[in-house]
């Protein structure tokens, strides 16, 4: 599959009289976007409010951050199984409005949901302090359960990505990347002499708010298979979990994959980029025990050399890690892990729930348990009523002074197992 990606830089969102994209602006007209998002009778209102870097706002409580994209040209429409029909996705010519996010908040549906700070210690920690963020902050309806809630509000986020990626559709972009992924035999016949190395990603689909739809198919209904890299940036892969905020894949992070473009930044250089696995994290053993055999058919079958696995959350899918870990390197494959840790306050604790001596390379995004504190800042996007029972919060963490004490897990990308952000450890 050959795609090629149009960024539009945007410099700036104004919320105003007219929906468009013109001189790097964002121009989003409030009472369009709200005919779009309020479709869902579950939800009763929503407010829009931007969101800068530099700025002294905080937001929160986040679901999730989704970036505008659209089909410029070629098959399938954007999330597809979701908003899009199921048509394969990843080639032809998508246009991503670079610079810009949604960000979904409201009364808090799990209490693993985050915050993004714009400017002061806790912006250091989240990818989202850099990025402009048209932010919906949404009241449901009274009595609505908890997966209903979440469900109402991953559709409104998605529809408001696609609707304003939809604006940028015949704009020129400012810069182009082609993502090209050859065939199996194609690769290997083109790259004879480079190791072909793989990807195997963790989806979390733990069930109780902690899933991820994959062309609209709950994760964890599906044995483990393959997918095209260039899927990924049409967003195939979309959230609708609740873990712990600073290990979240949100849908932004699925959309722009880091060990995907970094695979693909190295292809043909010193290495072959010669497919992706995606997997589930289950709950029961036999689960985990039939998707880990299922990666470890699927490496072997793909012939790769080398496999990057990543997680994505703590404790239970530990054991799905090792596994996939173990496993692939029992035949021969030389395996990188990337996780974060939960090693207490003080560093001093096991990192991970299960380990492993096969698992003896590792990537870390930092430990999520170390604490700090966030300054009151002038605005707040959302509500801080949750900011102590959020994970990573605790009783009486908010001081006399307005700050707030909390664990860098409350943040929003803080240790994200993608490799998405600047901590890690040595």
């Not at 993502?179 to 035999?185: A, E, I, N, R």
């Not at 959302?382 to 908010?398: K, S």
């Amino acid at each position: 599959m050959k795609l090629t990606i149009g960024n539009i830089r945007i410099t700036n969102i104004v919320l105003g009289e007219q929906s468009k994209v013109e001189s790097g602006t964002l121009y989003v007209n409030p009472k369009e976007l709200e005919a779009v998002v309020l479709e869902d009778s579950n939800i009763v209102s929503v407010k829009f409010d931007v969101a800068k870097p530099g700025e002294s706002t905080r937001i929160t409580p986040v679901k999730d951050v989704i970036e505008p994209r659209t089909k410029a040209q070629g098959e399938g429409g954007m999330f597809p199984g979701v908003i899009a029909k199921v048509d394969t996705v990843g080639s032809g010519v998508t246009h991503v409005l670079k610079g810009a996010a949604v960000v979904t908040v409201g009364k808090i549906v799990g209490f693993q949901e985050g915050i993004i700070d714009m400017t002061g210690l806790g912006a250091e920690y989240t990818p989202f302090s850099k990025t402009i963020n048209l932010v919906m902050d949404f009241v449901p309806r009274d009595g609505l359960a908890a997966h209903d809630y979440e469900k109402s509000l991953r559709l409104a986020g998605l529809k408001a990505a696609s609707w304003l990626g939809g604006l940028g559709k015949n704009v020129k972009p400012d810069e182009e990347i082609v993502y090209d992924f050859s065939s199996v035999t194609e690769g290997i016949k083109k790259y004879p002499d480079l190791p072909r190395v793989g990807y195997v990603q963790m989806l979390q689909s733990q069930g109780l708010l902690h899933d991820t739809y994959v062309y609209g198919v709950d994760m964890k209904q599906s044995l483990t298979t393959m997918i095209c890299p260039t899927e990924v940036f049409d967003g195939a892969i979309i959230s609708g979990n609740c873990v712990s905020a600073c290990d979240k894949n949100t849908t932004y992070h699925h959309q722009n994959n880091p060990v995907v473009t970094d695979l693909f930044a190295r292809h043909g250089k010193d290495l072959n980029f010669a497919g992706m696995i995606i997997t589930n994290e289950n709950v029961y053993l036999a689960d985990k025990e039939r998707s880990s055999d299922w990666t470890a058919k699927l490496v072997a079958m793909m012939g790769f050399d080398g496999v990057i696995i990543s997680q994505e959350g703590f404790g239970n899918p530990d054991t799905d890690l090792i596994m996939n870990c173990k496993k692939v390197e029992a035949l021969g494959v030389d395996t990188v892990i990337i996780t974060d840790e939960y090693a207490g306050r003080d560093g001093t604790s096991q990192s991970l729930a299960d380990v492993d001596v096969s698992a003896n390379a590792v990537v870390t995004g930092g430990n999520a348990n170390q604490v700090i504190t966030l300054p009151k800042l002038d605005k707040v996007i959302g509500t801080q009523e949750y900011v102590d029972v959020i994970a990573g919060g605790f009783e009486n963490n908010v001081q006399a002074d307005g700050s707030i004490v909390v664990e860098i897990q409350a943040i929003i990308g803080a240790t994200n197992e993608m490799g998405f952000n600047k901590m890690s450890a040595r």
